[in-house]
């Protein structure tokens, strides 16, 4: 289940609380509103520290205007088998930032830059984030956007929460020039990030690429 731009409480109670109980439930709407509150202020921090660690702080009052947020509510099921099944076939977010949380059934894993896939194994206590291609794209390739997916294992259903940041459409995504020289030269021109996602989804339905695939979708879109 998912809710566009969840950072506004009330489309929390008309696009998933009524949906699930038509007389409401007011305890679940502040709950999810709470944890929403509590994840885009943690995101918002760690893009702060991103941006400073590149001297870019300059730009932190932009990149939040111009965010929005959306709440993904997922299940991932035991296997029917005692075997190995994919929940998430392996593929890079293409939005700014992810944050997950999830219960204590494992299953995320992570592809290092040599091809390795590794386990993830977290406390309950713990966030998950991942670099999206679109801050991938911004920060001109200073920060990879990595690979994942979710292969299920043993008796328990997966359940996380993920939390994705994304840009408003409109917003023109272009490498700040602090990171472009002699030495770093501009490696993806500046894009529409809706008309990305516009092109890709035609891409998806005229049957071109998969909509998991592992491939570096807007890398290969906007690369100069």
């Known amino acids: 289940m998912a809710v566009d731009d969840a950072h506004i409480a009330e489309n929390i109670e008309q696009c998933l609380t009524t949906s699930l109980w038509t007389q409401g439930n007011i305890s679940f709407s502040k709950t999810l509103a709470s944890f929403i509150q509590l994840t885009s202020e943690l995101e918002k921090t760690i893009l702060k ?27 991932y099921e035991k296997p029917k088998a005692n075997e190995q099944t994919i929940g998430v076939p392996a593929h890079s977010d293409s939005n700014i930032m992810t944050l997950l949380y999830q219960n204590e059934v494992n299953g995320l894993k992570i592809q290092s830059k040599d091809g390795e896939w590794m386990n993830l194994k977290l406390s309950p206590n713990s966030f998950i984030v991942i670099i999206g291609e679109c801050l991938c794209v911004w920060l001109n390739g200073r920060l990879s956007s990595p690979y994942h997916r979710v292969l299920m294992k043993g008796n328990d259903d ?17 490498v700040p020039t602090e990171l472009v020289d002699d030495k770093n030269p501009m490696l993806f021109k500046p894009h529409d990030h809706e008309e990305f996602l516009k092109y890709f989804s035609s891409e998806v339905a005229k049957g071109v690429v998969k909509s998991g695939a592992a491939i570096s979708r807007l890398k290969t879109y906007c690369a100069v």
């Open 49 to 75: 520290m991103i941006l400073e660690s590149f001297g870019l702080e300059k730009y932190m009052d932009e990149l939040t205007d111009i965010a929005s947020y959306q709440l993904r509510i997922m299940k």
């Open 158 to 174: 997966r359940y996380s929460l993920g939390l994705f940041a994304t840009v408003r459409g409109g917003y023109m995504v272009k």
